[in-house]
């Protein structure tokens, strides 16, 4: 009796526990009332750094942030939250949706890197979900394969999620100097998908601080491999600051056509001036890119039967 009064958090019977990371933990859930699942992001105090002490307010503001702008969020390719509270033991939750699938850094460290079609049919995705964000005045900050999730959604397959808005910023907000290391020397995004003006922490961080992590995201998974490595953090937001991003196609086997090489690198520019000034903007190079056959739904069917069957 005292294991289930631990595990119940408000409506929600918590089941299983599916990861942890920065932020807290995710656990599979189900409502005690509602057949509908769900997942479970919480921090406890322990978590926080003192169990006595509880929750900072600097992580409750967080986490509590993260839950409004993903709640104000429509967009089908941004993860959809149901509920949000704090418990009785001090555990401060919100209640989204389960998905049944892979994030994308999964996706390619099991897979390999995927062919062309196949990262312009996911990355057409994350740019619905920041087209919409973007209008709303928001910058994500964090946009990277571990925040990008793939799934069977209903009846369609390889649908995309974008995850965690929990360092998501209003543009205004953002345009406010923030040095890349916090107090509590906590880097605000990841330095492999991290911006030049965002590990300089410049006061011109805007959506196009996303688009170029879009980049990134688009590098890891046409290559298998981020587009500056390192042995320490510093030295990788160096490179992001200072080289010159190779183009994906010299780091792959598998054929990158020239306007998709083209358009990663636009998003890699060190200037945000000379990258793609919209998601839209971007949706429409990758539209523009030629490609021998496209990711129709029935080859992603086809993959997901193969390698991620669905369960009875």
Same mark, same amino acid.
């Given at each position: 009796?005292?294991?289930?009064?631990?595990?119940?958090?408000?409506?929600?019977?918590?089941?299983?526990?599916?990861?942890?990371?920065?932020?807290?933990?995710?656990?599979?859930?189900?409502?005690?009332?509602?057949?509908?699942?769900?997942?479970?992001?919480?921090?406890?105090?322990?978590?926080?750094?003192?169990?006595?002490?509880? @929750?900072?307010?600097?992580?409750?503001?967080?986490?509590?942030?993260?839950?409004?702008?993903?709640?104000?969020?429509?967009?089908?390719?941004?993860?959809? +939250?149901?509920?949000?509270? @704090?418990?009785?033991?001090?555990?401060?939750?919100?209640?989204?949706?389960?998905?049944?699938?892979?994030?994308?850094?999964?996706?390619?460290?099991?897979?390999?890197?995927?062919?062309?079609?196949?990262?312009?049919?996911?990355?057409?995705?994350?740019?619905?979900?920041?087209?919409?964000?973007?209008?709303?005045?928001? @910058?994500?900050?964090?946009?990277?394969?571990?925040?990008?999730?793939?799934?069977?959604?209903?009846?369609?397959?390889?649908? *995309?999620? *974008?995850?965690?808005?929990?360092?998501?910023?209003?543009?205004?907000?953002?345009?406010?100097?923030?040095?890349?290391?916090?107090?509590?020397?906590?880097?605000?995004?990841?330095?492999?998908?991290?911006?030049?003006?965002? =590990?300089?922490?410049?006061?011109?961080?805007?959506?196009?601080?996303?688009?170029? =992590?879009?980049?990134? *995201?688009?590098?890891?998974?046409?290559?298998?491999?981020?587009?500056?490595?390192?042995?320490?953090?510093?030295? *990788?937001?160096?490179?992001? +600051?200072?080289?010159?991003?190779?183009?994906?196609?010299?780091?792959?086997?598998?054929?990158?056509?020239?306007?998709?090489?083209?358009? @990663?690198?636009?998003?890699?520019?060190?200037?945000?001036?000379?990258?793609?000034?919209?998601?839209?903007?971007?949706?429409?190079?990758?539209?523009?890119?030629?490609?021998? =056959?496209?990711?129709?739904?029935?080859?992603?069917?086809?993959?997901?039967?193969?390698?991620?069957?669905?369960?009875?």
């Amino acid at each position: 009796r005292e294991v289930a009064a631990a595990r119940a958090l408000g409506s929600y019977q918590l089941e299983e526990k599916l990861g942890e990371g920065g932020m807290g933990e995710v656990w599979r859930a189900t409502h005690r009332l509602l057949a509908r699942p769900a997942a479970i992001k919480l921090i406890r105090p322990a978590l926080a750094g003192s169990a006595v002490a509880g @929750v900072s307010d600097e992580t409750r503001q967080r986490f509590e942030r993260e839950a409004n702008v993903i709640a104000s969020l429509r967009s089908p390719h941004t993860v959809d +939250i149901f509920d949000f509270g @704090v418990s009785s033991d001090g555990a401060f939750y919100y209640a989204m949706e389960l998905l049944d699938g892979l994030d994308a850094d999964v996706l390619v460290r099991r897979f390999g890197p995927l062919p062309a079609e196949r990262a312009i049919h996911l990355l057409r995705q994350v740019c619905h979900s920041l087209i919409e964000a973007e209008a709303r005045g928001l @910058v994500h900050r964090d946009i990277k394969p571990s925040n990008i999730f793939v799934c069977r959604y209903g009846e369609d397959h390889d649908f *995309v999620k *974008v995850l965690d808005f929990g360092i998501v910023k209003t543009s205004q907000d953002a345009a406010a100097p923030e040095p890349a290391l916090t107090r509590e020397s906590v880097i605000r995004g990841t330095p492999g998908f991290m911006a030049p003006e965002q =590990a300089l922490g410049g006061d011109r961080l805007d959506s196009r601080a996303d688009i170029y =992590a879009v980049g990134c *995201v688009a590098f890891w998974l046409l290559t298998g491999k981020l587009v500056f490595t390192a042995d320490t953090a510093a030295s *990788v937001m160096m490179q992001h +600051i200072q080289a010159t991003a190779p183009a994906p196609s010299t780091r792959t086997e598998l054929p990158v056509p020239a306007a998709l090489d083209r358009a @990663v690198l636009a998003c890699l520019a060190k200037s945000p001036d000379d990258r793609p000034q919209s998601a839209r903007e971007l949706l429409r190079l990758l539209d523009e890119v030629d490609v021998n =056959a496209e990711w129709s739904e029935d080859r992603s069917r086809e993959w997901w039967e193969k390698h991620r069957p669905a369960r009875a």
